[in-house]
Every structure is written in C-alpha cells, then in structure tokens.
C-alpha cells in the first residue's frame, strides 16, 4: 500500500516565526488530507488537497502530485498552533482509505 | 451542522471483558471509516462500510475485533475478549463520497484503556 513520510518529526518555534511541514507520498494518490490533532485528540481538518495550492488564513498547503509531495506552511505562528500535524493519503482505492505519516509535533513557544 | 460524534469518549475495561464502541457519523454521509491510533503513532485504518456494506476489514487486527452499521448509519465496533494491546484511541470518520472528493471528517476518538 502507499506510504507516508512526514518531516521534520519535532518543531519547536518561537511565537510569530513561519514554518513548512513536509509530507512524501510512495504513490499517485485521490485524497491529501493536512489534519491538526489538539490536545484532546479531536483530529481537525486543516485542508484537502489532492493537488493544487490553498489558503486558509495563517495556513496554506501546496501538492505536487506529479512529485508525490506536499507541504503545509503556518506563517506567525501562535502558541495554539501548538499540537500534533498530519499528513494522510489514499490511493489505490476507490474509496479514498487513509494511510497517515507519524506526524510532526510543533511546540510554539510564546 | 453536527459533526461526527463517538461514545464513550472513554472506556476502562479489564482483560478479558467485551467492549462496544459507538460512532455516529455526519447526517447523510455514506462512507464510514474505523481506525486504531496507539499512543504517539499516527491513525490505522481497521475497516470501511459504504452504507451497510462492510467493504474492506483488512485492517482489524484480530477475529476479536468485529464491526457493523446495520441500518447504513450508526456504526459499532466490537472488541471481544480485550487484550492490554488493544488499548488505543479508536476513532471514527465519514465521507460524503461525492464523484473524486473523498474528504473525510473525524469524530473526537474513545479512548480504551484494557487492564
């Protein structure tokens, strides 16, 4: 099945710095999801993004699907920023199954 | 709207007992997604259902676990005869499954604990 690597493992940030995430992918894929696992351990989604680029506020996400990557930018950051980011992908399904990278944990410090 | 909701949020159970746990997913969603997150890993898939149809279970560890949507909605998942290993955070999903968008939205997780 596909495989999922996340980069860095740990981030540690002084509040109002920027910073990008970066997920590889082994396959083409029909889902990319960027989640934020809080504290509690509620998985929230962050973006889906198969391909292309979107922006959510502070947040944005760029997929290169032709080079099986995808990358999650947070600019001036905020220690509520703080937590648990993944990457997830499905392929080869016609369902969409997500297989997740371990994750990256940023600290924000204030 | 309401989104995906599980119950208990936590579950203390001794080795060897039957555990339920429940999911109920965003109203009219037809996929629905079970999966295991051990302490400091990411999310494994265990099973799918596309309304009552279990269509993939390649995931559930063992023939203890045992999932079911019976009426295309409300999803349980069973774990019989628990084991210390089984202690995890079992979270739910669901998807709308339009044509090409397969985003899926999780619920807040039961977290078990086998003692």
Known sequence: ?110 | GAGVSQSPRYKVAKRGQDVALRCDPISGHVSLFWYQQALGQGPEFLTYFQNEAQLDKSGLPSDRFFAERPEGSVSTLKIQRTQQEDSAVYLCASSFFRAAVYEQYFGPGTRLTVT
Do not use: M
């Not at chain 1, 600019?75 to 997830?88: E, P």
């Open chain 1, 1 to 110: 099945g596909i495989q999922v690597e996340q980069s860095p493992p740990d981030l540690i940030l002084q509040e109002g710095a920027n910073s990008t995430l970066r997920c590889n992918f082994s396959d083409s894929v029909n889902n990319l999801q960027w989640f934020h696992q809080n504290p509690w351990g509620q998985l929230i989604n962050l973006f889906y993004i198969p391909s292309g680029t979107k922006q959510n506020g502070r947040l944005s996400a760029t997929t290169v699907a032709t080079e099986r990557y995808s990358l999650l930018y947070i600019s001036s950051s905020q220690t509520t920023d703080s937590g648990v980011y993944f990457c997830a992908s499905a392929g080869g399904t016609s369902y969409g199954k997500l297989t997740f990278g371990q994750g990256t944990i940023l600290t924000v410090h204030p």
